[in-house]
C-alpha cells in the first residue's frame, strides 16, 4: 500500500492533539523512539485509543531481513502511553509490565498499521493493549504483534 502524501488526520480533535503535543515532547526526549518512530503518521484519535501507520525501514530489521523483535517492543511501549494520552493525561506513566506475542512478521517496505487501546486507568496504574497489523497488498491486514502494557500513572 503505497502512501505517497500525507493521511488526513480524524477523530476527535482534542484526543488527536492531545496525542500530537505528547507525542512532540516525547520524540526529542528520547533517542529511541526517535530513531525508530520519527516517521510514524499518527492519523486518528478518539478518547481511549489511536491510530498510526508506519513503513518498515532497514532500520527496523532483524539479521535475517524481517521485523525486529525489538521494535515490536518499543511500540508496544511508546503505543500504550500514547493511549493513555489520549485519556487527557499530560505523564503516560512508568513501565510496570509489558508483553508482547510475535505472530507474524514484515519487511521493507510493508505498511504497519498501530493501534494503541486504553482499556482502564485507575488512581495508580494503566492498562493498554497494542496491535501492530500489517497491511497486504489487498487491503487486508495481518496480525504481526500484540502487545499488552501495564504502566504506574499519578494519581488522577
Not at 496525542?19 to 520524540?27: D, R
Not at 504502566?151 to 488522577?156: M, Q, S
Request: proline residues 2%; neutral net charge; charged residues 15%.
Amino acid at each position: 500500500m503505497a502512501h505517497n502524501t500525507p493521511t488526513e488526520a480524524t477523530g476527535t480533535s482534542s484526543a488527536l492533539q492531545q496525542i500530537l503535543n505528547v507525542w512532540s515532547h516525547i520524540k526529542v526526549n528520547s533517542p529511541i523512539y526517535n530513531f525508530l518512530l520519527s516517521d510514524v503518521d499518527i492519523y486518528h484519535a478518539e478518547e481511549g485509543t489511536f491510530s498510526a501507520r508506519l513503513e518498515v525501514g532497514p532500520k527496523h530489521l532483524n539479521s535475517k531481513g524481517s521485523l525486529h523483535g525489538v521494535f515490536s517492543a518499543c511500540v508496544t511501549d511508546w503505543a500504550g502511553g500514547l493511549a493513555i494520552a489520549s485519556c487527557g493525561l499530560e505523564s503516560t506513566g512508568v513501565s510496570t509490565n509489558i508483553n508482547v506475542n510475535y505472530l507474524s512478521t514484515a519487511t521493507t517496505g510493508d505498511w504497519l498499521e498501530i493501534r494503541g487501546y486504553a482499556n482502564k486507568i485507575g488512581k495508580s496504574l494503566a492498562f493498554t493493549t497494542i496491535t501492530i497489523s500489517k497491511l497486504t497488498s489487498s487491503g487486508d491486514t495481518t496480525l504481526v504483534a500484540q502487545g499488552s502494557h501495564t504502566k504506574y500513572v499519578r494519581a488522577r
